[in-house]
């Protein structure tokens, strides 16, 4: 006769529960790396934000500039 525990091992209850117990362990590895390309994301969202910031400083200012320029050779003439 068979040993109890080997026929439960490979029992169609037993089977599925390993499957599900892989599906979960392979669902919680998809969330966190989910997880982390999102607040990978994110910091790149920000970053590209800040440069678009600067770069609309930047431009104001130049802006600025060119007008400045202006004014003073409308002065001088």
Known sequence: MSNPNELN???PVSEAEQREMVT???LD???ARQ???ITDLDGLNEQIEDLIDSRRQG???ELESAEDAIDEQ???A
Do not use: I, W
């Open 9 to 11: 091992e490979n029992s």
């Open 24 to 26: 979960t362990s392979l």
């Open 29 to 31: 590895k998809l969330d």
């Open 35 to 37: 997880d982390q390309v």
């Open 59 to 61: 431009s104001t200012a």
């Open 74 to 76: 409308a002065d001088a």
